[in-house]
């Protein structure tokens, strides 16, 4: 799916691989047992994201109003937001590795593996929580 606006969507599957691109100010409801979730360019949108064995994949600037919760059982969890995109990241993963001490740089906030209620300091921060059980998170800055 994609180039989406002011829509509430629900996704569901079982084996099959969910992509969402170009959406804008939408609720996001994804739930896959098996199959990868691929979200590109999501922005000032909520989105809840839950895999049992997929991989979840994020890319692009979140904008400032956006809230992404995207937990796996036992796949990973990746994410890619630039540098200048402002950010709060709550991480944890159970049995798998994460960048849950991200560096601190302008603009973004990491908060320690136990938080996961996040308060932003500012309005303008888009926030993310990243759960794994066995998977690894990754998040990187390019």
Excluded: C, W
């Excluded at 909520?46 to 809230?67: F, L």
């Excluded at 560096?103 to 906030?109: A, C, S, T, V, Y």
């Excluded at 593996?113 to 794994?132: A, E, G, I, M, Y």
């Amino acid at each position: 799916m994609s180039e989406i606006s002011d829509a509430h969507l629900h996704v569901k599957t079982l084996s099959g691989s969910i992509r969402l691109a170009n959406i804008r100010d939408s609720h996001l409801d994804i739930r896959s047992v098996g199959g990868d979730v691929t979200i590109h360019n999501v922005t000032a949108s909520s989105a809840e994201v839950n895999t049992a064995h997929g991989r979840i994949n994020y890319e692009g600037d979140p904008g400032r109003a956006g809230e992404f919760r995207l937990s796996s059982h036992s796949g990973d969890v990746y994410i890619s937001v630039p540098a200048s995109a402002s950010v709060e990241i709550s991480s944890h993963s159970v049995n798998g590795k994460s960048d849950q001490y991200l560096p601190k740089r302008e603009g973004i906030l990491a908060r320690s593996p136990r938080n996961l209620f996040l308060k932003s300091t500012t309005t303008d921060t888009s926030r993310f929580v990243l759960r794994s059980f066995k998977g690894n998170i990754r998040v990187s800055r390019p």
